[in-house]
């Protein structure tokens, strides 16, 4: 009987040692687990690019900006479309909010769209924000979670602010998870234009 325990004992002790290895750093559990109450999981600033030959299919989705337009992702084909997810009590978005619009003023005459993505705020905070950040993109007003969910492929739920950047043909070109660096978004914008 000794024996059996002890080839137990052993599988027990190498499970035990693999699972610990197994569990490495994660941020965003991190986050999630310290109970500080933000109200939001900062994405970790990771960019992700896609070569044209991996992109997935073109983004669908119809949406309603606060102006009560209705917008649809089939009209931004030919077009380079930077979506950026967003919410007024976000940190991080505070500190993207006049990067993006400057990146909107030099790329719109490139036919680039901008489009906000406001995942939590009524229409008058949402404006107020757009007051107080100079913001002249439009901003989708997505409470219902509606875009966030059809997006969720690229676009983790609670990693507010990100900022994707759709090819020509309506495709994720790339992705920013967390505060957007002008200069880099600004290079990923204009990669995409040039294809």
């Known amino acids: 009987m000794q024996r059996p325990i002890g080839r137990l004992l052993a599988v027990v002790i190498v499970l035990v040692f693999a699972l610990t290895a ?10 999630v687990a310290a109970g500080d109450g933000k109200n939001y999981i ?4 990771s960019i992700s690019e896609y070569i044209p030959e991996a992109r997935g299919a073109s983004v669908e989705l119809s949406a309603e900006l606060y102006d009560g ?15 950026n997810f967003w919410y007024a ?3 991080p978005c505070r500190l993207e909010a006049r990067d993006l619009e400057s990146l909107h003023q030099k790329h719109k005459d490139n036919g ?6 406001n995942v ?4 008058a905070t949402a404006a107020a924000f757009e007051r107080n950040f100079g913001v002249t993109y439009p901003s989708i007003d997505d409470q219902d979670g509606g875009v966030l969910f059809s997006m969720t492929d690229y676009v983790p739920p609670q990693a507010v602010p990100t900022t994707l950047v759709l090819d020509k043909q309506g495709r994720v070109a ?5 505060l957007v660096d002008k200069n880099t978004l600004d290079a990923l914008i204009s990669e995409a234009v040039a294809e």
């Open 22 to 31: 197994c569990a490495s750093a994660d941020p965003l559990a991190d986050q």
């Open 42 to 45: 900062a994405g970790d600033g």
């Open 174 to 178: 790339a992705r920013i998870l967390g």
């Open 112 to 117: 680039v769209l901008f489009y906000g993505v």
């Open 89 to 91: 009590a976000c940190p």
């Open 120 to 123: 939590r705020d009524p229409e």
């Open 69 to 83: 337009t209705m917008v649809d992702s089939a009209d931004w084909q030919g077009q380079v479309t930077v979506l």
